[in-house]
């Protein structure tokens, strides 16, 4: 191997290719280790400032997790009452509709008790994003079983399981709302790796585009773990979800603009 | 000729331990401490830093956002 002694002489400025983006705020993220919300907020954060929009983007933050995650992007906020973020939404969209507006909902959020706010604000086709962050579990009350918990999958609600004979079939909500005419773009990715990280924020810089043009409702879901309410590593939880959320959740977009 | 090399700077006590950094990288510059942080976790640092091209893989995967990436031609 070539003798290298030079480290030093890399770290500076001129040949910076990576920093954390300053639309993230100093506040350490309240997040378990290798939780995937961190990331999402920090490519979402990416965006609002590659596009200049840090003054014109209104926050809509949920219940579950997440629901502090107006402590760390230094934007303009509203907290919402649990799954009613796509209500509040439509309200500050229509009332300022020269502003970038999204929520951000775990799967117990958007897909349980939001059902109905979810559906509607997207049959309406509202101009707002909505990002959906399914980890398949209610991660922030302990891991209960969500509407989106695998079948077969260990929570503390269903210990031995979801029998879908007696607790349902997990809900595929994003495929409901690609069916809703108001919809305009639903996509399906993840940010687990590098790959899927740069395609999430491909959606994402879209969607901002899209909502500049007044196209209707943007989801994109992005499919994410939960170490903690999984009771596994970081690393193995990744895995994990590759091998029993991807199948049942696939990547990839769902609906998509007649160009 | 020109060869790519990389740098990483992590920001130790705003790291978790995650793992999720090391794994991705593919030079394999990065290892976990065997000391802790003041939180108490074990950190990610470039162990093999000779290795690092400056993909930023490693900062686009780090959920807490605690890496900085350089790069340069030598
Ligand atoms: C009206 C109401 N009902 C129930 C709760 C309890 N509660 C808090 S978070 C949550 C579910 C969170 O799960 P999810 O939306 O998937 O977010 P995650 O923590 O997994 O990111 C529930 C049921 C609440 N806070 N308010
Ligand atoms: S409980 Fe799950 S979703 Fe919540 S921060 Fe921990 S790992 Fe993330
Ligand atoms: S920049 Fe790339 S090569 Fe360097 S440590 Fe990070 S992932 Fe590894
Ligand atoms: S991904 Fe980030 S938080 Fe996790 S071990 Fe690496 S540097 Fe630390
Ligand atoms: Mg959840």
Known sequence: MVEFSGIKEIIKPGNLVYKKTNIMTENSLSYCPGCGHGTAHRILAEIIGEEGLQSETIGVSPVGCSVFMYNYLDIDWQEAAHGRAPAVATAIKRLLPEKFVFTYQGDGDLAAIGTAETIHACNRGENILIIFINNGIYGMTGGQMAPTTLPGMKSSTSPYGRDVKTMGFPLKITDIVASLPGSYYVTRQSVHTAANVKKTKKAIRKSFQYQKLNKGTCLIEIVSNCPSGWKMTPVQSNKWMEENMFPYYPLGDLKTPEE | ?74
């Open chain 2, 1 to 74: 000729m020109a060869k790519i090399r990389g740098s990483i700077v992590v920001n130790v006590e705003r790291c978790k331990g995650c793992e999720v950094c090391m794994v991705t990288c593919p030079t394999g510059t990065i290892e976990m401490a065997k000391e802790v942080n003041g939180k108490g976790y074990n950190y990610a640092f470039p162990a093999n830093p000779e290795l690092c091209i400056g993909c930023a893989n490693c900062a686009m995967v780090c959920p807490d956002g605690v890496i900085t990436v350089y790069k340069t031609k030598i």
